[in-house]
C-alpha cells in the first residue's frame, strides 16, 4: 500500500440501528494524523457522544458565525444544529463514537417553536454536560450493541426521549441571558487548572484564580456553561479516568491519583458518570478498538 494511502483516515460504521425519528450508530475511527474537518447536517439534529475518551486537543468552531480563529473545547457529547457548519480539529488515535441523527420536527414540536442559534448559544453545543443526554445515550448505545426484544420500538422511545432531553437544553441555552457570564480566559484558566492535575481543585482555588468571589464564579460559569462548576468538574475528571483506563493504567493508582478515598468510592463515582463500571468500560474499549477498520468511502 502507497505510503500515502496507510496515512488516509478510517471509519467504519460498527452498528446500526433505526426507528422513527432517529438513526443510531456506532462508529469507529482510525485517525493517523490530526484531521480538521467541515461537518454540515442539511436537516436533522446530529448528537455525537465520544465512547472512547476524546483527544483534549479536540477543539471546533463555527465559521460562518465566529470567523476562522475561534475555536472551543469540544466535550465527549456536541450537538450539531441543522444548516450549521462546524470545524472539527482533533487529534490522533483510535476513536469510538456514538453518532445519532434526529429529525428536526421532533425537537421542535417539543420546544414549540423551530430555535434560532445566535454565536453565543452555538458554543453551548460542544460540551453538553447534561447527565439525562448523557445516561439517555448511554441506554442507546447498549441498545444497539445487544438489541433486545422490539429493539426498534425501544429506540422510537428513546429518540423521543432524547428529543425531550435536548429540548430542555435547547431551550434553557436559548432563554438564558448571554450577558453575566465568565470572560473567556477566564474559562481557559479553569480548563488548564483541571488539566494539570487529577485532583480536584477547590473552589476558593478556581475563585482566587479568576479573581472573583466564589459566589461570582459559580454564578458565572453557570451562564457560560450551563452546568454547576462542582458538575463540570467532575466531568472532566471522568475523561481523565476514561484516557488512563486505556492507557493500562489500575483502578486503583487512578483512584489515588484522583484524590478518592478508595477505589470502591472512585469505581461508585464513574459508574454513576459513565453507566460501567472502570473495568467493564475498559474491556468493551479494547474490544472495539481492536477489531480491524475499514478504510473511510469504500
Known sequence: MPESQALLPTMEVDSELRAPGI?????????????????????????????????????????????????????DIFL????????????????????????????????????????????????ISSAQVRALLFRITA??????????????????????????YCYEVAERPVTGG??????????????????????QELADLCSLSVRQLTRGFRVSRACSIGDYMEQRRMEAAKRLLMEGESVKSIAFAMGFASPSSFTFAFRRAVGTSPSTFRQRQVRVLDAPLATAGN
Open 80 to 127: 450539531l444544529p441543522p444548516g450549521e457548519e462546524l470545524y472539527v480539529k482533533g487529534g490522533t488515535g483510535r476513536q469510538a463514537s456514538l453518532i445519532c441523527t434526529l429529525e428536526a420536527a421532533l425537537l421542535h414540536d417539543v420546544v414549540g417553536r423551530d430555535l434560532e442559534w445566535d454565536d453565543q448559544h452555538l458554543a453551548a453545543t460542544l460540551d
Open 23 to 75: 438513526v443510531a450508530q456506532i462508529v469507529r475511527f482510525g485517525i493517523p494524523e490530526p484531521t480538521a474537518t467541515l461537518h454540515q447536517m442539511a436537516e436533522g439534529y446530529h448528537i455525537n457522544m465520544c465512547l472512547t475518551p476524546r483527544p483534549l486537543e479536540s477543539r471546533a468552531g463555527y465559521p460562518k458565525r465566529w470567523g476562522p480563529h475561534r475555536f472551543e473545547r469540544l466535550g
Open 143 to 168: 441498545e444497539i450493541r445487544h438489541p433486545g426484544l422490539a429493539a426498534t420500538k425501544m429506540l422510537e422511545l428513546l429518540g423521543a426521549e432524547l428529543a425531550i432531553e435536548l429540548g430542555r
Open 182 to 203: 465568565l470572560a473567556g480566559w477566564r474559562l481557559r484558566l479553569i480548563d488548564e487548572r483541571l488539566d494539570e492535575s487529577l485532583a480536584p481543585p477547590s473552589l
